[in-house]
C-alpha cells in the first residue's frame, strides 16, 4: 500500500532560520511527487513537480530536492508570509496518468518575526 | 486569472437539505476532481471525471453525487447532508498526459452543516 509520510508535523522557525521539511515515501514506481503550500480556509497551491531521483527545482526561498525514497523542501531565510501548512503528494501506483494522490499529513511551519 | 474557480466559497445549509457546489476551469483540462478535507487532515478524493468518464471512489458515500455538462463545469450534488459532511470541498483539474500531471486546486468551498 502507498504510503506518504511528512516530518515534522509542526515547524517553528525564527525569521531567517533556514531548515528542511521531509516527505518519505513507499510507492512501487514513483511518477511524480508534488509539493503544494495550504494556507489557512484556502486550496493547495501547486509549488514543485518532481519526476526523477536527483532532480532539484528553486522558487524564491523554497528548494525541493528528490532521492528514491524520500523527499525534502529547504526553506532558506524564511519569512512570516511562508508560514502555511506544506503538503507532499504522489500519484497512487494503481492508478493513471491522471488519477488519485496520495498525501502526506502535511507540516504545519510557523515562521516567527 | 483565476485558473480553477469555486462557488460559493462558504455553503451553510442545513441537516438533510440538498446542496449544491460548483467549480469551472479556464485551463481547458480534461480532468476534473472534487476532493472532501476536513480540519487538520489531508484531502481525500471522492471522484473524478476523464472527460465524461466518471470514476467513483470506493469509498465515497452514495450520498455524494456529481456532474459535468462540460469541459470547464463540475458540480457536486449532496444529496442529504449530515453533520459529518462538514468540511472543505475542493476542486482540482489536470490534463492527460505520458506523465503524472499536476493537479491545480480551486481556492476551496466551506460547507456548514446546521
Known amino acids: 500500500e502507498d504510503q506518504v509520510t511528512q516530518s515534522p508535523e509542526a515547524l517553528r522557525l525564527q525569521e531567517g532560520e533556514s531548515s528542511s521539511l521531509n516527505c518519505s515515501y513507499t510507492?512501487?514506481?514513483?511518477?511524480?511527487l508534488f509539493w503544494y503550500r495550504q494556507d489557512p480556509g484556502k486550496g493547495p497551491e501547486f509549488l514543485f513537480t518532481?519526476?526523477?531521483a536527483g532532480e532539484e527545482k528553486e522558487k524564491e526561498r523554497l528548494k525541493a530536492t528528490l532521492t528514491k525514497k524520500e523527499s525534502f523542501l529547504h526553506i532558506t531565510a524564511p519569512k512570516p508570509e511562508d508560514s502555511a501548512t506544506y503538503l507532499c503528494a504522489v500519484p497512487w501506483a494503481g492508478g493513471t496518468s491522471y488519477g488519485k494522490l496520495t498525501f502526506g499529513q502535511g507540516t504545519i511551519l510557523t515562521v516567527h518575526p | 486569472d483565476a485558473m480553477v474557480i469555486q462557488n460559493p466559497r462558504y455553503q451553510v445549509t442545513q441537516f438533510g437539505k440538498p446542496v449544491t457546489l460548483s467549480c469551472s476551469q479556464t485551463?481547458?483540462?480534461?480532468?476534473m476532481y472534487w476532493y472532501q478535507q476536513k480540519s487538520s487532515q489531508a484531502p481525500k478524493l471522492l471522484f473524478h471525471?476523464?472527460?465524461?468518464?466518471?470514476?467513483n471512489e470506493a469509498d465515497t458515500p452514495d450520498n455524494f453525487q456529481s456532474r459535468r455538462p462540460n469541459t470547464s463545469f463540475c458540480f457536486l450534488d449532496i444529496r442529504s447532508p449530515g453533520l459529518g459532511d462538514a468540511a472543505m470541498y475542493l476542486c482540482?483539474?489536470?490534463?492527460?498526459?505520458?506523465?503524472?500531471?499536476?493537479?491545480?486546486f480551486g481556492p476551496g468551498t466551506r460547507l456548514l452543516v446546521l
Open positions: 518532481l519526476y526523477s
Open positions: 471525471y476523464y472527460d465524461k468518464d466518471f470514476n
Open positions: 510507492v512501487s514506481g514513483l511518477r511524480g
Open positions: 482540482a483539474t489536470s490534463r492527460v498526459s505520458g506523465y503524472q500531471e499536476t493537479q491545480y
Open positions: 485551463l481547458n483540462h480534461n480532468v
